[in-house]
């Protein structure tokens, strides 16, 4: 067990890492460029080297901020985002814990990262970092409820909480052809939750000098980082689970250990899209963002639960 | 309420479109180079600053040290001193230097010039430590390219 | 505006409080400090501050032989520098009586029209990017480089070109100048397409910009709003139409007009107005004549007591040169008037009880290049 927990542990820094470098040679080639190349072969060891350089970093404490609070908004938001992946299910046999309740374990850890947002914001002491906080928590609280309301639809058809039960209810169909409006529900919502563009209004940069995130150097910033791109993977994972078919997928020799490579396909290409959908589309208005929650999303996904409910009843 | 289904289509249609676009774009080479492992060629027409000419057949330079860049430079950035050489009849030319952190290269120097003595050279590519980097002496250079 | 500031104690107790949108911002296009009084999410009055990049171009151009001003026209607008080359020159020879010969003005018509499209595909991109967008700017100068590229091998510079003399260019074109501009023209073209699937009818895009920042008709002649800016409100006035100068009545191009005065409007004026550039140059390429390209000027131009007003139409707007002459050939006064100037003068009234967003996009969509303003 505890030998699970640091093989995760020690998996998300490498995929964070990963993860960066896809990012910034997709934003390379998207805008007709190479992206980093001079470290290493085409440039894979840059995340490394810009850890190291984040690291060494002087950790600047401004005057005037309330500092415990300073120094915990960047460990609350990289640690509750960890936890989900203690329960999801990477193959057959490959699932660190088992929850009864594994869904709904990982939609409040989810919620604590609104929590650590607003302390950072509030602890920094700086106008334009307290603009950010309350904005991204009015973000994430408004798409909540359609994360739920679409989780809640797969639950209806699944009959279980538990995330490894659901994996294999998918069997025969993959959920995602019974329910595509969920499926783009939860994406659109995962995106805003986890604070990227077109939803990124938090850390706005051309408005903003980086939001809530101004104040923080070194180590602050990376583990801010880490967590953004861990609870993009958390997302795109649990998408994944719910809704294509997890680990399922042709049948390869010791099939209950390498079903991870078939959930891994499925989680990066989730991650290429929602890295696509950054550097294609500008950034939506505050109010624009809530409109769409609220008036938009949250009666789809209401009509959905319902037309699911009758469709079983039957 | 038919304007909020359609506006919905055909929002959702227009993103759609745009991740074609961007998509497209993934595909296609890139339009950078790799500067500075890669260089480009640079038109002879671009303005570096200015140099001597090299006179093929007087093997020398053209400047008669008559001055007129100097006094029609708007930022006052050359300096040309002449002197008397016995056994020649005009001054020769002793001094020529050139503040180039000052040169906006506006071209008045090699346009009135009487002899054509002047020209734009093609360096582009000038990074130093320290400002007297820039201070170029321009008849030095010349006579650095005399063969 | 400074006893606002110090009133800040007082406003803390209604919950208001300044921002500071300082000089050093990514979406104030240069440096330009707006102090906003802020009531939560919403803008109350936006004061701009302008002067952090004062250059004294005017004092400058009072201090030395007019010849020795053409540097500093390039460096007051840097993104669209060959209007302001042409405003000039032409200024001194309506004062002089200096001739220019047809080929020269053909010449200066096509750069200058290229100029302009370079400096709408850069505004394109930037206020993108200011809305949030990182890669439009990147296509936008993807295709500036090609501009640049035949500019700079007619011209000699990228970006602050020196190129118009007192009776002509400098130095003539030649047939790669013409295939180039030509190869150009057909590739643009082509690339419309794909900024208006990413841009132009894109939703989110609309939604920032659409009803947004709206300029009536009245408010733009009241603040002396000029350009496509006032063009996007309904007003159809253009320098090259209204008042001609140059070549221009010899061209056949449209004026295109806004319905609204929104920000979408003023983005579809500037597209369009690429599309006509195009088809001028296109025109002028097709009846090049032939000849000299400089005419005979003396070495000393004597600027005759009186003054002297020249007016062009940048990319920005109207840009005018005022100057009075004594005699000698350093100039008595001279007097530039920017477009941007005005321009962002409108920016208090428009920016009430709006938006932190709005306020961006509302500055983004005003094309506004700070050098020029501060000069």
């Not at chain 1, 998918?170 to 659109?188: G, R, S, V």
């Not at chain 3, 100029?115 to 700017?137: E, K, M, Q």
């Not at chain 3, 007016?311 to 707007?317: D, L, N, P």
């Not at chain 3, 100037?341 to 967003?357: A, D, H, R, V």
Request: charge should be neutral; hydrophobic fraction near 45%; aromatic fraction near 12%.
């Amino acid at each position: 067990m505890v030998f699970a927990v640091i093989i995760i542990i020690s998996f998300i820094f490498l995929n964070a890492v990963m993860m960066g470098y896809l990012e910034r040679k997709i934003a390379g080639h998207v805008q007709r460029r190479l992206g980093p190349m001079e470290v290493g072969f085409h440039g894979i060891l840059q995340l490394v080297v810009d850890g190291v350089k984040l690291v060494g970093k002087e950790l600047l404490v401004p005057v005037n901020v309330d500092r415990t609070l300073f120094r915990l908004g960047p460990i609350l938001s990289f640690t509750p985002v960890i936890l989900p992946l203690l329960v999801i299910p990477f193959s057959e046999k490959l699932q660190a814990r088992d929850l009864n309740l594994g869904l709904l374990f990982i939609v409040s850890m989810t919620s604590i990262n609104v929590m650590a947002i607003l302390v950072a914001g509030w602890g920094s002491n700086n106008k334009y970092s307290m603009f950010g906080a309350m904005r991204a928590v009015a973000q994430s609280i408004a798409y909540e409820i359609p994360i739920l309301l679409s989780m809640l639809a797969v639950i209806l058809m699944a009959n279980t909480f538990s995330l490894k039960e659901i994996v294999e209810a998918q069997q025969k169909i993959w959920f995602i052809l019974l329910q595509p409006l969920a499926f783009i529900i939860y994406i659109i919502s995962g995106v805003a939750e986890t604070n990227r563009a077109p939803f990124d209004l938090p850390e706005a940069e051309s408005e903003l000098t980086a939001g809530f995130h101004t104040e923080y150097s070194g180590m602050g910033f990376s583990l801010f980082f880490l967590g953004e791109y861990t609870n993009m993977f958390t997302v795109a994972s649990v998408a994944t689970v719910l809704f294509l078919g997890g680990w399922h997928g042709p049948t390869l020799p010791y099939g209950e250990y390498l079903g991870i490579v078939w959930f891994f396909l499925k989680v990066y290409f989730l991650l290429f899209f929602m890295i696509m959908i950054r550097w294609t589309y500008p950034r939506v208005r505050f109010d624009q963002l809530l409109n769409f929650a609220w008036k938009y999303l949250v009666p789809f996904s209401l009509a959905n639960i319902l037309i699911t409910a009758v469709v079983i009843k039957l | 309420m038919k304007r909020y289904f359609s506006d919905l289509f055909v929002g959702g249609k227009s993103l759609v479109d745009g991740l074609v676009v961007t998509l497209k774009a993934l595909c296609q080479p890139i339009v950078t180079v790799q500067y500075p492992r890669e260089e480009i060629d640079i038109t002879p027409n671009f303005r570096g600053h200015i140099d001597l000419v090299l006179d093929p057949e007087k093997n020398t330079f053209r400047c008669i040290s008559c001055g007129m860049c100097e006094r029609s430079c708007p930022s006052e950035c050359i300096r040309v001193k002449g002197k008397k050489v016995e056994g020649k009849k005009k001054k020769t030319l002793a001094l020529f230097t050139l503040d180039f952190t000052k040169c906006s290269l506006c071209g008045t120097c090699v346009e009135i010039c009487p002899t054509q003595a002047l020209e734009f050279s093609n360096e582009y590519n000038l990074a130093a430590f320290s400002k007297e980097a820039f201070h170029y002496d321009i008849l030095k250079r010349l006579e650095e390219r005399i063969i | 505006m400074y006893s606002k500031i110090m009133r800040e104690s007082q406003l803390q107790e209604h919950n208001r409080f300044f921002l500071n949108m300082g000089p050093q911002h990514p979406s104030t296009h240069g440096v330009l400090l707006v102090v906003l009084e802020m009531d939560g999410e919403y803008v109350l009055d936006p004061q701009p501050v302008l002067g952090f990049i004062h250059r004294m171009h005017e004092k400058m151009g009072e201090s030395r032989p007019c010849q020795g001003f053409m540097p500093n026209t390039a460096r007051m607008d840097y993104v669209c520098a060959l209007p302001y080359n042409h405003g000039y020159v032409s200024l001194i020879e309506k004062k002089a009586g200096i001739k220019v010969p047809k080929r020269a003005e053909y010449i200066r018509v096509i750069t200058s029209e290229l100029n302009r499209v370079a400096s709408h595909l850069l505004w394109l991109g930037a206020y993108l990017l200011d809305l949030g967008a990182f890669t439009p700017i990147l296509y936008g100068f993807d295709d500036r480089e090609h501009i640049l590229d035949i500019l700079e091998d007619v011209t000699g510079s990228r970006l602050t070109y020196c190129y118009y003399r007192f009776g002509g260019v400098y130095q003539d074109i030649d047939d790669k100048f013409v295939e180039a501009t030509r190869a150009f023209i057909k590739r643009l073209r082509k690339r419309y397409d794909i900024y208006e699937k990413l841009v132009t009818k894109n939703i989110i895009f609309i939604k920032r910009a659409e009803n947004i920042g709206i300029i009536s008709p009245d408010m733009a002649i009241r603040y002396g709003i000029t350009g496509p800016n006032l063009r996007g409100s309904g007003i159809a006035y253009d320098i090259r139409k209204n008042e001609p100068y140059s070549v221009y009545p010899e061209f056949d191009f449209e004026v295109p007009v806004g319905e609204r005065g929104d920000c979408l409007d003023r983005y579809m004026v500037r597209v369009s107005e690429m599309e006509q550039s195009l088809r001028i140059i296109e025109q002028a390429l097709d009846t090049l004549p032939d000849g000299p390209v400089r005419s005979k000027v003396p070495k000393k131009i004597k600027l005759a007591p009186g003054d002297c007003n020249f007016a062009v139409e940048a990319a920005r707007g109207e840009l005018s040169y005022y100057l009075v002459g004594d005699g000698t050939s350093v100039p008595y006064r001279l007097k530039i008037r920017v477009p941007s100037y005005s321009n962002l003068s409108c920016l208090p009234e428009l920016g009430q009880g709006i938006l932190l967003p709005d306020l961006v996009s509302i500055m983004g969509s005003l094309d506004l290049v700070i050098p020029e303003i501060d000069r």
